[in-house]
T-cell receptor
């Protein structure tokens, strides 16, 4: 399968625990996004990477959230000391952003990781 | 800033047409349209770039008014499979992040 892959698909954790999610983008996609989506809302931007560089992190994101993309391939999103308000679907998307010509092309989403904090 | 979509919800009968609008308070470089069915990931429909280039679905069309910072998605001769929530995403520059609107819930009934 050459689509965006996210793992795990579902995660139930107790409040205060740390969780880590993984995203494997489409091969050769140099841009990778993390979004969070709650019921009835659009995907809310969290952070994005161009290759291994984290270009922007949402100001709404607390210090409990951290993301990495070592070597510009897969990415991980970690949430420390989870709270009930962190319960949501966490979506990863990847795209190709070219330095010349057609930039900012379409992004393809993974199936998401549904986090439930109890 | 999050783009604003309208309407928030619409119900159509099969074969009817619909228009979904997306507007931004910022100058736009690109507009991205996605459809999401319940419990599934958003699926890419169309991208429109400043300057007129676009790429997308065969049966769905869209417009992009750069001056008004608006885009519209046109769904013609709707089918049951068109049901879902439609999101527009906008980027203000070629290298900028894509920010999504709150969505338009579309239901097509027989």
């Amino acid at each position: 399968d050459t689509g965006v892959s996210q793992d795990p698909r579902h995660k139930i954790t107790k409040r205060g625990q740390n969780v880590t999610f993984r995203c494997d983008p489409i091969s050769e996609h140099n841009r990778l996004y993390w979004y969070r989506q709650t019921l009835g809302q659009g995907p809310e931007f969290l952070t994005y990477f161009q290759n291994e560089a984290q270009l922007e992190k949402s100001r709404l994101l607390s210090d409990r959230f951290s993301a990495e993309r070592p070597k510009g391939s897969f990415s991980t999103l970690e949430i420390q000391r989870t709270e009930q308000g962190d319960s949501a679907m966490y979506l990863c998307a990847s795209s190709v952003t070219q330095m010349t010509g057609r930039m900012n092309t379409e992004a393809f989403f993974g199936q998401g990781t549904r986090l439930t904090v109890v | 800033q999050q783009p604003v979509q309208s309407p928030q919800a619409v119900i159509l009968r099969e074969g009817e047409d619909a228009v979904i609008n997306c507007s931004s308070s910022k100058a736009l470089y690109s507009v991205h349209w996605y459809r999401q069915k319940h419990g599934e990931a958003p699926v890419f429909l169309m991208i429109l770039l400043k300057g007129g280039e676009q790429k997308g679905h065969e049966k769905i069309s869209a417009s992009f008014n750069e001056k008004k910072q608006q885009s519209s998605l046109y769904l013609t001769a709707s089918q049951l499979s068109y049901s879902g929530t439609y999101f527009c995403g906008t980027a203000s520059g070629g290298y900028q992040k894509v920010t999504f609107g709150t969505g338009t819930k579309l239901q097509v009934i027989p």
